[in-house]
């Protein structure tokens, strides 16, 4: 009798450890199947979204001055547009580049499945020949294993080389109703000291470190009229709130190192 009552007991804890491990099994192979869902949305999450600007305030629209060797047109009304939120965290950061400023909470570079040819589709023909032209010309330089991913949950902008952070810098985006667009885009030109006019009064404001554009411009989207692009600002209070018309604020120091990380041609992604 006794002896029965064990070899049951034995059977019940088998039936039981079963049924766990099956459970465990199964809960697994659901999480997988999740996280490659997951995967495959977000490649699938490219946007173009065009905003134009009636109204806003300082840092909403910019007019680059003009320079030799950088194409840009003269009469952006910019209104201003940008980004949502790519979700990333710094694993390793170079020495010499830039010092990055805070852990971001997380990292993880999304890289671009085919590069595209924004050149031909978003300036306007005048400008083709010349912005195809700098394009080639990235893509025999050095720099063309950078790309700058734009988090706009974190509030921050990575600068990759290959797969590796070698910068992070806080950013100010766009608010709501004024959200910057998310996509896949590249610097289309770059300007040093721009030339701000704001949108309602057409008051111009001169270039230098308190101009509401702050000390550099890096465009990366056009449609030869209305610009979105990353810029400086005196106001640094700003950085990690969502305050712009669109465009990404950096503080003046940052801004001028992302100058000389980016060149023309360089992939700008940005996500939520």
């Known amino acids: 009798m006794v002896r029965n009552e064990s070899v049951a007991r034995i059977v019940m804890?088998?039936?039981?450890?079963?049924?766990?491990?099956?459970?465990?099994?199964?809960?697994?192979?659901?999480?997988?199947?999740?996280?490659?869902?997951?995967?495959?949305?977000?490649?699938?999450?490219r946007k173009n979204d065009v905003y134009s600007i009636s109204k806003g305030n300082l840092g909403a629209t910019?007019?680059?001055a003009s320079v030799s060797n950088e194409p840009m047109p003269r009469k952006s009304t910019s209104k201003l547009s940008a980004t949502k939120r790519h979700n990333t965290k710094s694993r390793i950061k170079a020495k010499n580049v830039a010092k990055v400023t805070d852990e971001p909470k997380k990292t993880r570079l999304l890289v671009q499945e085919k590069q595209q040819n924004l050149a031909a589709s978003i300036w306007p023909q005048s400008l083709l020949p010349k912005a195809l032209a700098q394009q080639n010309l990235f893509n025999n330089n050095k720099y063309s294993d950078r790309q700058v991913v734009v988090d706009l949950s974190d509030r921050r902008a990575y600068v990759y080389r290959s797969d590796v952070v070698i910068a992070s810098y806080p950013i100010a985006v766009g608010k709501k109703g004024w959200e910057t667009p998310t996509g896949n885009f590249q610097v289309m030109y770059k300007q040093h000291d721009p030339i701000w006019r704001h949108p309602i009064t057409d008051q111009v404001f001169e270039p230098g470190p308190d101009s509401p554009l702050g000390e550099r411009w890096i465009s990366f989207w056009s449609d030869g009229h209305n610009q979105i692009g990353f810029h400086g600002t005196p106001n640094?209070?700003?950085?990690?709130?969502?305050?712009?018309?669109?465009?990404?604020?950096?503080?003046?120091p940052d801004v001028r190192l992302l100058y000389e990380q980016v060149k023309v041609g360089t992939p700008v992604i940005v996500r939520e």
């Open 13 to 45: 804890l088998l039936c039981f450890g079963t049924a766990i491990l099956s459970l465990a099994v199964h809960w697994r192979i659901n999480s997988t199947q999740q996280q490659f869902k997951q995967l495959a949305s977000s490649k699938d999450s």
């Open 236 to 252: 640094t209070e700003v950085m990690g709130t969502a305050i712009s018309h669109g465009c990404l604020r950096m503080r003046n």
């Open 62 to 64: 910019a007019y680059g």
